[in-house]
């Protein structure tokens, strides 16, 4: 496994001291395929523990540049998730109701309840990231900015974060660290291939021209927005199984340091199962 924690803001971070060809440690592809399929495998049962406590949550953000893998790691890693314990949510452009609100208030209607896992495909960061990229987003959401709206926006963030931590909810952050080269091939194979053009937009063009905008902008919410109750993790993405197996490792580490255990049922429930179980037991086919 080959995540690495970012240091804990506020810090000066360059994406260029992490790479994203990285194998995660791993010699070959196969090597990999075989460390998720056990991953997942543990997975279930410390999914089916999580959801039976009912004492914390789970949410899972998911950033990146176009064609990062977001879509793959949901498909490929999460199957270790019950579905019925599971949701996904993406935070693409906002609607008219959500942008007459504050930027976290389609974040707070999302969240996990407690036994659940919640995985944010983009989420609250896109408000520091291609709001600050395009600034017309900004005056499209009728706010009234500070003079220093992105220091305030991360300070915002990490209290936010730090409500849910305290509150119960696990936040696993993960960066997916795509490489400019490997993004232009992603894009031109989905031009280029009829069953993924349905993937492309002009708007995947448009930012791969404002790529070091874009580039500038993540390093500056890596840099202020790693804390000890959610640090940020740089996933290295230019091969879709390194990122795969490196998030999946991630998210059963943390689910094995919480000592999951099935709820111990109490001697009145213990009883009366004995009684429904001697007469389901008794009955007469």
Same mark, same amino acid.
């Given at each position: @496994?080959?995540?690495?924690?970012?240091?804990?803001?506020?810090?000066?971070?360059?994406?260029?001291?992490?790479?994203?060809?990285?194998?995660?440690?791993?010699?070959?592809?196969?090597?990999?395929?075989?460390?998720?399929?056990?991953?997942?495998?543990? @997975?279930? #049962?410390?999914?089916?523990?999580?959801?039976?406590?009912?004492?914390?949550?789970?949410?899972?953000?998911?950033? #990146?540049?176009?064609?990062? #893998?977001?879509?793959?790691?949901?498909?490929?890693? @999460?199957?270790?998730?019950?579905?019925?314990?599971?949701?996904?949510?993406?935070? &693409?452009?906002?609607?008219?109701?959500?942008?007459?609100?504050?930027?976290?208030?389609?974040?707070?209607?999302?969240?996990?309840?407690?036994?659940?896992?919640?995985?944010?495909?983009?989420?609250?960061?896109?408000?520091?990231?291609?709001?600050?990229? @395009?600034?017309?987003?900004? &005056?499209?959401?009728?706010?009234?900015?500070?003079?220093?709206?992105?220091?305030?926006?991360?300070?915002?963030?990490?209290?936010?974060?730090?409500?849910?931590?305290?509150?119960?909810?696990?936040?696993?952050?993960?960066?997916?660290?795509?490489?400019?080269?490997?993004? &232009?091939?992603?894009?031109?194979?989905?031009?280029?291939?009829?069953?993924?053009?349905?993937?492309?937009?002009?708007?995947?063009?448009?930012?791969?021209?404002?790529?070091?905008?874009?580039?500038?902008?993540?390093?500056?919410?890596? #840099?202020?927005?790693?804390?000890?109750?959610?640090?940020?993790?740089?996933?290295?993405?230019?091969?879709?199984?390194?990122?795969?197996?490196?998030?999946?490792?991630?998210?059963?580490?943390?689910?094995?340091?919480?000592?999951? &255990?099935?709820?111990?049922?109490?001697?009145?429930?213990?009883?009366?199962?004995?009684?429904?179980?001697?007469?389901?037991?008794?009955?007469?086919?």
């Amino acid at each position: @496994m080959d995540a690495r924690i970012v240091p804990f803001s506020p810090t000066s971070v360059s994406l260029s001291d992490y790479d994203p060809a990285s194998k995660a440690g791993f010699e070959s592809k196969r090597d990999s395929a075989k460390a998720l399929l056990g991953d997942i495998e543990s @997975m279930v #049962g410390l999914d089916d523990m999580f959801s039976a406590q009912k004492n914390r949550a789970m949410l899972i953000v998911l950033q #990146g540049m176009d064609a990062a #893998g977001k879509d793959g790691i949901i498909k490929h890693v @999460m199957t270790g998730i019950d579905p019925q314990n599971i949701s996904v949510h993406g935070f &693409r452009q906002p609607s008219d109701e959500e942008l007459r609100h504050d930027y976290l208030w389609r974040a707070y209607k999302a969240l996990p309840e407690r036994g659940r896992v919640a995985i944010f495909n983009r989420s609250y960061y896109e408000e520091v990231l291609v709001v600050r990229v @395009m600034p017309g987003l900004l &005056r499209s959401e009728a706010a009234l900015p500070s003079d220093d709206e992105w220091t305030d926006r991360y300070v915002d963030i990490n209290a936010f974060e730090r409500h849910l931590t305290r509150c119960g909810t696990i936040v696993l952050k993960f960066f997916l660290h795509l490489s400019k080269d490997k993004q &232009r091939k992603r894009l031109c194979k989905r031009l280029e291939t009829p069953t993924k053009m349905w993937k492309a937009s002009d708007a995947d063009l448009e930012a791969h021209d404002r790529w070091d905008a874009y580039t500038h902008a993540y390093e500056q919410m890596l #840099g202020n927005t790693s804390t000890p109750w959610a640090p940020w993790y740089v996933v290295p993405a230019d091969r879709k199984w390194a990122a795969r197996v490196t998030v999946g490792g991630v998210i059963v580490e943390t689910l094995e340091k919480l000592d999951l &255990r099935y709820p111990e049922p109490t001697r009145r429930r213990r009883e009366l199962f004995a009684r429904l179980a001697k007469k389901l037991g008794e009955e007469t086919t």
